[in-house]
C-alpha cells in the first residue's frame, strides 16, 4: 500500500486498568477516487436502510484475534461474517443511515474491488457507496438534496481499516450535519460490547473508546467529514478504562508533528513506575524500544531513518499502558 501524505493527526491518551481494545483510530487526507471498473453489489435494485449482501474477501481478514473470509455489506456499514456468532465484530460507517436516491432505478450504486497490486502491504478490498441518499435517523425525515461518496478499505497483510470520504451535501437540517445530540452509530468500530471511534470535529477529529450499553453505542462526531479525510483503525492493542489519565499519569511528546526526532517527556517522580515504551508503525510492527535502565525523564527517539506516517507511541506503566499518536512528516 502506497503511503498516504498526512496533513492531519489524531492526538490522543488513554490510561489502563481493565479491558484491552486491540486497535487505534488516526486520520489522514488524500484524494478521493472513484472505483475503477468496479463489481456491482446493489445491480439496479433500489435499496434501503435494510440492505444487505454477503461477499467473500479473497483473502483472509483478522478483526481482534478472529480470523474473516467473508463479511457481510450493510447500508453504510460493514459486518465481519462468522457462522455462528452474534456479529460482535463491526464496522459501522453511517450503519442504516442511507439509502438509494433512485425512485424508479437505481441512482447509487453499491460496488467492490479487489486491489491486488504486487506490493508487500497484500490485496486491498474496497467497498463503495456512490451518490448515497442520507437517512439520517429512524425519526428523521430524509432531504433529497442531501448525498455522500463513501469508500472501506480492508487492507490485507496488515489488517488496517480504513474509511475514505468523498463528496458530500449534507444540508443543515439534516442529523448527520450534526451527530452530537443524535442517538445514532455515527461511525466507530465495535469490538464485542467495546468501540473506538472519532469524536468532535468530523475533518480533524480526537477519539474516544467506549461501552455499547444494551448494544446501543454513543459518541459521535458533531459534523460530516470533508472531501478526502481518511479514518484509519490500526491494529495497536490499548488498554482502556474510565480514569482520566492526566489525573494520574503524564506524558508528553513534542514537536509532534515531526520531521526528524521527538522528545517524550515523563514527570520525575513517575519515572521509577515506567517498565518499558515502544513505538509501533501503522502496521503494527515494533520500530523502536526502550527499557529500565535506559529510561529517563527526557528520551530522544531519532525518527529520521523511518518513512513519513502515523506511528503509536506506548508508555508502559505499572499500572497499565500510555499511547500517544505521533506524526512523521
Avoid at 435499496?47 to 484475534?65: H, N, T
Avoid at 497490486?117 to 428523521?140: H, L, M, R
Avoid at 497483510?157 to 445514532?184: D, R, T
Avoid at 529510561?295 to 525518527?303: P, R, Y
Wanted: glycine share 6%.
Amino acid at each position: 500500500m502506497k503511503l498516504l501524505t498526512l496533513s492531519f493527526f489524531c492526538f490522543f491518551s488513554i490510561l489502563a486498568f481493565g479491558q484491552e481494545i486491540p486497535y487505534s483510530f488516526s486520520y489522514s487526507s488524500a484524494d478521493f477516487t472513484d472505483l475503477d471498473n468496479p463489481l456491482e453489489l446493489s445491480g439496479d435494485e433500489i435499496w434501503s436502510d435494510d440492505f444487505y449482501r454477503l461477499i467473500d474477501l479473497g483473502f483472509e481478514f483478522e478483526v481482534a484475534g478472529t480470523l474473516f473470509d467473508r463479511i457481510e455489506v450493510r447500508s453504510g456499514g460493514v459486518d465481519f461474517y462468522e457462522v455462528g456468532s452474534s456479529r460482535s465484530r463491526r464496522l459501522f460507517s453511517f450503519y442504516r443511515l442511507l439509502e438509494d436516491r433512485g425512485t424508479t432505478q437505481s441512482e447509487s450504486p453499491i460496488t467492490y474491488q479487489v486491489d491486488n497490486s504486487p506490493t508487500d502491504a497484500g490485496a486491498i478490498f474496497k467497498i463503495e457507496w456512490k451518490n448515497a441518499g442520507v437517512v439520517a435517523g429512524p425519526d428523521a425525515s430524509n432531504i433529497p438534496e442531501d448525498f455522500l461518496d463513501l469508500q472501506v478499505w480492508l487492507h490485507e497483510n496488515s489488517n488496517i481499516i480504513s474509511i475514505h470520504f468523498g463528496a458530500s451535501q449534507i444540508s443543515a437540517g439534516s442529523l448527520l450535519h450534526s451527530l452530537v445530540n443524535a442517538s445514532v452509530l455515527g461511525i466507530k468500530l465495535l469490538v464485542d460490547n467495546t468501540f473506538i471511534g472519532p469524536v468532535g470535529n468530523g475533518t480533524m477529529p480526537s477519539s474516544v473508546v467506549d461501552f455499547c450499553d444494551p448494544g446501543v453505542c454513543y459518541q459521535n462526531i458533531n459534523s460530516y467529514p470533508s472531501d478526502g479525510t481518511i479514518y484509519w483503525f490500526t491494529p495497536a492493542p490499548i488498554m482502556v478504562s474510565t480514569t482520566q489519565v492526566d489525573e494520574l499519569f503524564n506524558v508528553s511528546v513534542y514537536p509532534n508533528p515531526t520531521r526528524d526526532k521527538v522528545v517524550v517527556q515523563l514527570l520525575p517522580n513517575q519515572l521509577p513506575e515506567v517498565e518499558m515504551i515502544r513505538l509501533l508503525n501503522m502496521q503494527g510492527q515494533m520500530v523502536w524500544k526502550a527499557i529500565q535502565p535506559e529510561l529517563s525523564s527526557s528520551i530522544n527517539i531519532d525518527l529520521s531513518e523511518l518513512p513519513a506516517g502515523i506511528y503509536t507511541l506506548i508508555v508502559y506503566h505499572e499500572s497499565g499502558m500510555v499511547t500517544k499518536e505521533i506524526v512523521k512528516k
